[in-house]
């Protein structure tokens, strides 16, 4: 019996710790936990050996070494047209997971309440109870085969008690990418309340489609209520550096500095020069890479597909959800699918407050070589054979 205090009762072992080890267990294809098999960019790579070999390896600034926080102001600025000042408007952090934690224990008070869109990311969940707040879960609206806000909801939804709006685009984990139209629509909202806002990015950089990225600091009224939060994981294919970055103007900032600087006082020192290059020079990998992704999306679509399953739309992230058929639980079917066929994948109803609409609902990822992909693939084909 864990000894866990009351506000994270709640909370088992993640989900992805989970699927994983039962990947592990029944040597099965991962295509749970969203993390990619191939390395990043080379350059980036020899970067961080050298800066290890040079000796790059004590505490580094409290806000993380200012290569870096240069290097993600003008990819801001460059990408998205919002501009941060690298000393005070940047902040280094351990993974956009260390950044959400920050920001909500920095800038929220306990008592008040906090909406997410979901199904949500669980870190939301967790950073929400550790901070003694109240989270609001408020449904995505299905929207064609994908989803979208319903923003009149997150109206309805707000009370004198609510303090931040939690954003997630693109969406893990349904792949949807809200538009600029609807994303303007929902920052109205937050100006007319004063809310404050955090925008997880870190699937900025991968969109399909010809889709662009909506950043929401970038909408009227919004730079100076939002903490955008990002990293170099799901970008450059690093998600064992735990680099990430929260942007925010400096009352903002200042705020989640406090907090952040008692969780882990600052990150590991050597990868960040190898991510500050990766964001000024890796441009033309990271769209190579993305043009890979797409493909691993459609071989994982159609293996879907004829193994007989319904597929969603995926816009962006490196997931797609599938319904394995009403009156199905996704829980169970995902506890299963390692020893059954050899498969790991994610069950949405984890990531949602009234599960009911996603019971049925699985997220599987397809950022992996596109050989992972196929063996896959081929392993659902047996999900017939093997009821
Ligand atoms: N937000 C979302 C929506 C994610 O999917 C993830 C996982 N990449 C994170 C935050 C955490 O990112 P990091 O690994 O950089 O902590
Ligand atoms: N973001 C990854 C996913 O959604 C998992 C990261 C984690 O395990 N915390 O699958």
């Given at each position: 019996?864990?000894?866990?205090?009351?506000?994270?009762?709640?909370?088992?072992?993640?989900v992805?710790?989970?699927?994983?080890?039962?990947?592990?267990?029944?040597?099965?294809?991962?295509?749970?936990?969203?993390?990619?098999?191939?390395?990043?960019?080379?350059?980036?790579?020899?970067?961080?050996?050298?800066?290890?070999?040079?000796?790059?390896?004590?505490?580094?600034?409290?806000?993380?070494?200012?290569?870096?926080?240069?290097?993600?102001?003008?990819?801001?600025?460059?990408?998205?047209?919002?501009?941060?000042?690298?000393?005070?408007?940047?902040?280094?952090?351990?993974?956009?997971?260390?950044?959400?934690?920050?920001?909500?224990?920095?800038?929220?008070?306990?008592?008040?309440?906090?909406?997410?869109?979901?199904?949500?990311?669980?870190?939301?969940?967790?950073?929400?109870?550790?901070?003694?707040?109240?989270?609001?879960?408020?449904?995505?609206?299905?929207?064609?085969?994908?989803?979208?806000?319903?923003?009149?909801?997150?109206?309805?939804?707000?009370?004198?008690?609510?303090?931040?709006?939690?954003?997630?685009?693109?969406?893990?984990?349904?792949?949807?990418?809200?538009?600029?139209?609807?994303?303007?629509?929902?920052?109205?909202?937050?100006?007319?309340?004063?809310?404050?806002?955090?925008?997880?990015?870190?699937?900025?950089?991968?969109?399909?489609?010809?889709?662009?990225?909506?950043?929401?600091?970038?909408?009227?009224?919004?730079?100076?209520?939002?903490?955008?939060?990002?990293?170099?994981?799901?970008?450059?294919?690093?998600?064992?550096?735990?680099?990430?970055?929260?942007?925010?103007?400096?009352?903002?900032?200042?705020?989640?500095?406090?907090?952040?600087?008692?969780?882990?006082?600052?990150?590991?020192?050597?990868?960040?020069?190898?991510?500050?290059?990766?964001?000024?020079?890796?441009?033309?990998?990271?769209?190579?890479?993305?043009?890979?992704?797409?493909?691993?999306?459609?071989?994982?679509?159609?293996?879907?597909?004829?193994?007989?399953?319904?597929?969603?739309?995926?816009?962006?992230?490196?997931?797609?959800?599938a319904d394995i058929g009403e009156g199905r639980d996704g829980l169970d079917f995902c506890l299963e699918l390692?020893?059954r066929?050899?498969?790991?994948a994610i069950p949405v109803q984890v990531?949602c407050?009234?599960p009911g609409p996603w019971r049925s609902k699985v997220?599987?990822?397809?950022?992996?070589?596109?050989?992972?992909?196929?063996?896959?693939?081929?392993?659902?084909?047996?999900?017939?054979?093997?009821?």
């Amino acid at each position: 019996m864990s000894r866990s205090v009351h506000r994270l009762r709640e909370f088992g072992e993640t989900v992805f710790a989970t699927m994983s080890a039962r990947a592990v267990e029944f040597d099965a294809v991962n295509l749970g936990q969203g993390f990619p098999d191939s390395d990043g960019p080379p350059r980036m790579l020899e970067i961080a050996c050298e800066e290890i070999r040079a000796g790059n390896n004590q505490y580094g600034p409290g806000r993380g070494l200012p290569v870096l926080r240069e290097a993600v102001a003008a990819q801001r600025a460059r990408d998205h047209g919002v501009h941060y000042d690298p000393d005070t408007e940047v902040l280094i952090t351990v993974g956009a997971t260390e950044a959400i934690s920050a920001a909500v224990l920095g800038l929220v008070e306990p008592g008040t309440e906090v909406i997410v869109l979901e199904p949500y990311y669980d870190a939301y969940a967790a950073a929400i109870a550790l901070a003694g707040a109240r989270r609001v879960a408020v449904p995505l609206a299905a929207d064609g085969a994908t989803w979208t806000v319903d923003v009149a909801a997150v109206r309805a939804a707000i009370t004198a008690d609510t303090a931040m709006l939690i954003i997630n685009s693109p969406h893990n984990p349904t792949g949807a990418v809200f538009s600029r139209a609807t994303l303007s629509e929902l920052a109205k909202v937050c100006v007319e309340h004063d809310l404050l806002v955090l925008s997880d990015e870190v699937y900025e950089n991968l969109l399909f489609d010809a889709l662009p990225h909506t950043a929401v600091a970038s909408l009227p009224g919004m730079r100076e209520r939002t903490v955008t939060v990002s990293s170099a994981a799901k970008s450059y294919n690093v998600t064992g550096w735990k680099t990430g970055w929260a942007l925010a103007p400096a009352p903002l900032l200042d705020a989640v500095v406090t907090a952040k600087q008692f969780m882990s006082y600052v990150g590991a020192t050597p990868f960040q020069p190898a991510v500050a290059h990766a964001l000024t020079h890796e441009g033309p990998w990271l769209s190579a890479m993305v043009a890979e992704l797409a493909t691993g999306r459609d071989i994982l679509v159609d293996g879907l597909r004829s193994a007989g399953l319904s597929v969603h739309d995926t816009h962006g992230t490196y997931f797609v959800i599938a319904d394995i058929g009403e009156g199905r639980d996704g829980l169970d079917f995902c506890l299963e699918l390692p020893a059954r066929i050899g498969v790991a994948a994610i069950p949405v109803q984890v990531f949602c407050d009234d599960p009911g609409p996603w019971r049925s609902k699985v997220r599987f990822a397809f950022g992996k070589k596109h050989e992972t992909l196929h063996r896959g693939v081929e392993r659902l084909q047996l999900l017939d054979e093997c009821p």
